[in-house]
């Protein structure tokens, strides 16, 4: 079977969605494809409570991603039992995590994200096929001419052709399968001067993967699972990096790599409407429980909840013996195994063998909950991809346009073709390379168009962490807001090629051509840059 929208979005994470929702709305029909059966990526699937810029609820997002997190926000003020003074913040932060200011449950944002595209469903401009996976690509000289894909049910293949074709994969998979030219892993040090890459290139060198799961606590029960196949493993690995046992909650400051306890507190007492999210203050990750929490019980009406939910997304369960992308089908699916067996004794070592504050060991009320993530063994449906292939692209971000110490705090690439905006540290975790963290600070900084342009492929376009950053730069480029905005003008450069009758190359390089996107993107809220703010 072989279907021909006006653009093909393979992958539904938020880059994907990002860039169906503004094509539709620029009047084009699309096909999205996602591999699991959750829209939303990193926000759902993989269960990640959105990392923002401190200032994400003034400035510094696109404004159909301000929508979506109101787009959650009013979910919870119509269908929870709030308090009444939690229901009035205009920043309601239903979890009240520290990681983030809106830190919600991935059910609900999976609500979210598909009310925005219901009517483009309901008129049929969007045809959405979840649990279907890219499997091949045709190609001819420099166009993508087909995508075929494969129902993960009954096995059976369809092929689209599209004028256009957005990679919004979460590992860059098309990349590879229609032949673009595309990075993967670290770059050496010489290729771009990058202080913080390595001497040498090293493709298998990648940050490592998670396996995100959720939690509820209830004392006096005990919900201890079965003792993992690989705990005996997992219980005595020390990295040699590490301080102490990776089952600890000794573990290294990333900005600093000193060796830092990690507290545990399940229920705090505090007063939620009393925690600050705000990362260039403090990390907020030392107290582990409140750090991804997702449900504060005490937001809600007395007796609505009997324990908080928290996410873990912790320094224990990152996963980086074997790399995910590159070195074959099996290495891939034997990381993904592993990488679940260290969450799951994560979560055992928890219930069984964590000290606790009153000087016990274990805390066998910790209830795994496969309900909050969609599963049958509790853990997220896909890992927590941090890195992705990435394209070469006609401009490369690099750490010489970011950091703060090669550019000072208020400093940073001002780029002639911007379109949007993000901000977070270089932040990456350690890698199947053996690196350690790599947490330095870095500037505000804008999207250049000509990181989402191939050197070669016409009709192929990046929509997600697959543009043409580096190993070290995708550190800040990888986070949600960015991701969303990345689609977002994928979707709608897109449209707007198929309806100017014109390439992407030549938005980029021709300044009116240029300027008449811009100004679509001015209009459909992408702020594309900041205000005077520094860096941390």
């Known amino acids: 079977m072989t279907s021909q929208p006006d653009i093909l979005v393979v992958g539904g994470g938020l880059g994907g969605v990002a860039a169906a929702l503004a094509a539709c709305r620029a009047g084009r029909t699309v096909v999205l494809t996602e591999e699991t059966d959750w829209i939303g990526g990193q926000l759902t699937s993989q269960a990640v409570p959105p990392d923002e810029h401190p200032w994400v609820e003034q ?61 483009y469903r309901s008129s049929g401009r969007l045809t959405l096929l979840t649990e279907h996976r890219p499997v091949a690509a045709e190609t001819e000289g ?26 919004a994969t979460e590992t860059g998979e098309l990349l590879e399968l229609a032949g673009v030219e595309h990075a993967l892993g670290a770059e050496s040090r010489a290729e771009f001067g990058e202080p913080h890459a390595p001497e040498q ?19 006096g029960e005990d919900h201890t699972i079965e003792k993992p196949a690989d705990y005996d493993f997992w219980r005595g690995y020390t990295p040699e990096f590490w301080p102490g046992p990776l089952l600890g909650f000794l573990a290294p400051d990333p900005r600093s790599l000193e060796a830092v306890p990690r507290t545990f507190v399940p229920n705090p007492d505090t007063d ?58 099996q290495t891939a699916a034997e990381a993904v195994r592993e990488a679940k067996q260290l969450s799951l004794s994560v979560l ?39 890195e992705s292939r990435r394209i070469k692209a006609v401009t490369t971000v690099t750490e010489h346009d970011v950091a703060v110490d090669l550019v000072g705090p208020t400093g940073g690439t001002r780029h002639r073709d911007s379109v949007g905006v ?34 070669r492929t016409r009709n192929l376009l990046p929509a997600g962490k697959n543009i043409g950053t580096t190993h070290i730069t995708n550190g800040c480029y990888r986070l949600h807001p960015v991701e969303w905005n990345i689609g977002e003008v994928a979707g709608a450069l897109a449209a707007h090629c198929l309806d100017e009758g014109v390439e ?19 209009r459909a809220g992408v702020e594309r840059h900041w205000p005077r703010v520094r860096g941390y």
């Open 348 to 386: 055992y070592w928890l219930q069984t063998e964590a000290p606790r504050p009153d000087g016990g060991t274990g805390f066998p009320g910790l209830r795994l909950r496969p309900d909050v993530m969609g599963t049958e063994d509790g853990l997220a449906k896909a890992p927590y991809v941090r």
């Open 201 to 219: 290139a090293d493709p298998l060198n990648q940050q490592g993967i998670t396996f995100c799961f959720a939690l509820s606590h209830h004392e």
């Open 59 to 119: 400035f510094g997002v696109t404004a159909s991603y301000r929508a979506l997190r109101e787009a959650i926000r009013g979910y919870y003020r119509t269908w929870y039992p709030l308090r009444a003074e939690a229901a009035a913040l205009l920043g309601l932060n239903p979890g009240a995590g520290r990681v983030s200011k809106l830190c919600a449950e991935p059910r609900v944002a999976l609500a979210a994200l598909e009310g925005l595209l219901a009517p």
């Open 422 to 455: 993000g901000s977070y540290r270089i932040d990456l975790h350690p890698s199947t390379g053996g690196d350690n963290y790599i947490d330095i600070g870095s500037v505000p900084f804008e999207i250049p168009l000509g990181a989402l342009i191939p050197r």
């Open 272 to 329: 939620p409407l009393a925690v600050s999210a705000d990362q260039s203050a403090d990390a907020g990750d030392k107290e582990l429980f409140g750090f991804r929490r997702i449900l504060a019980r005490k937001l809600y009406r007395d007796g609505s909840f009997d324990s908080d939910i928290t996410l873990v997304n912790w320094p224990l369960n990152d996963y980086w013996l074997k790399p995910l992308i590159g070195a074959g089908e």
């Open 142 to 167: 420099d166009t993508v001419r087909s995508v075929t894909l494969e129902d993960l049910h009954d096995g059976g293949r369809r092929t689209f052709s599209a004028p256009y074709v957005l990679d």
């Open 504 to 522: 992407p190359h030549q938005v980029q390089a021709e300044d009116k051509r240029f300027e008449a996107f811009a100004a679509l993107l001015d």
